[in-house]
């Protein structure tokens, strides 16, 4: 089956530290692009990471920019999302990403973050 | 950064009867290499975005053939030509033209 599985999410207090983890199957998880894409609580999607299909290119939202850091394993088929100094307004749900053609045409079903004291 | 300005639907859509959403670039998504890579995407309550349209008009595989897009340069549009009560939910546009990719702040769809 063809799926994205995210992992890590939970409460941390500002400032802390969290890593997600994102297993992928059913495709080639080396000919993709991959994304991390948040939705905080009631609001609307903001892409916050990309990196190209061996690693070598990484692009950050300047909300996360120094704090957050991507990276992939296309052996292990995994994207992860290294996220230090925590803010309150990094509370959402984060989703992986696949994309394709110019599009987001995979999504995980998401993992919530909380930052709160 | 590209901002992407969706416009609400105004009442609620009864069963069968047609929706079109628009989405406004703040800039030409026309990539350097021709194509313009504006897609929609729909969520439903709890759950993720779901991909309907890449590259303006292309349909994803499964996506019924009563969901068009069309437009270009920075106007465009999603229409569903007759709404099922099953396209509940909300509607993003998405620019992936230039990083960092940004989404329109969606448009609600409602059932009457």
């Known amino acids: 089956e063809v799926q994205l599985v995210e992992s890590g999410g939970g409460l941390v207090q500002p400032g802390g530290s969290l890593r997600l983890s994102c297993a992928a199957s059913g495709f080639t998880f080396s000919s993709h692009w991959m994304y991390w894409v948040r939705q905080a609580p009631g609001k609307g999607l903001v892409c916050v990471s990309r990196i190209e299909t061996d690693g070598s290119t990484t692009n950050y939202a300047d909300s996360v920019m120094g704090r957050f850091t991507i990276s992939r394993d296309n052996v292990k088929n995994t994207l992860h999302l290294q996220m230090n100094s925590l803010r309150v307004e990094d509370t959402a749900v984060y989703y992986c990403?696949?994309?394709?053609?110019?599009?987001?045409?995979?999504w995980g079903q998401g993992t919530m973050v909380t930052v709160s004291s | 950064d590209i901002v992407m300005t969706q416009t609400q639907l105004s009442s609620p859509v009864s069963l069968g009867q047609p929706a079109s959403i628009s989405c406004r670039s703040s800039?030409?998504?026309?990539?350097?290499?021709?194509?313009?890579?504006l897609s929609w995407l729909h969520q439903r309550p709890g759950q993720p975005p779901r991909p309907l349209i890449y590259?303006?008009?292309n349909r994803f595989s499964g996506v019924p053939d009563r969901f068009s897009g069309s437009g270009a340069g920075t106007d465009f549009t999603l229409k569903i030509s007759g709404v099922e009560a099953e396209d509940v939910g909300v509607y993003y546009c998405?620019?992936?033209?230039?990083?960092?990719?940004?989404f329109g702040q969606g448009t609600k769809l409602e059932i009457k």
């Open positions: 998405v620019q992936a033209t230039q990083f960092p990719f940004t």
């Open positions: 990403v696949r994309g394709w053609s110019g599009a987001f045409n995979l």
């Open positions: 800039q030409s998504l026309v990539h350097s290499d021709g194509n313009t890579y």
């Open positions: 590259k303006i008009f």
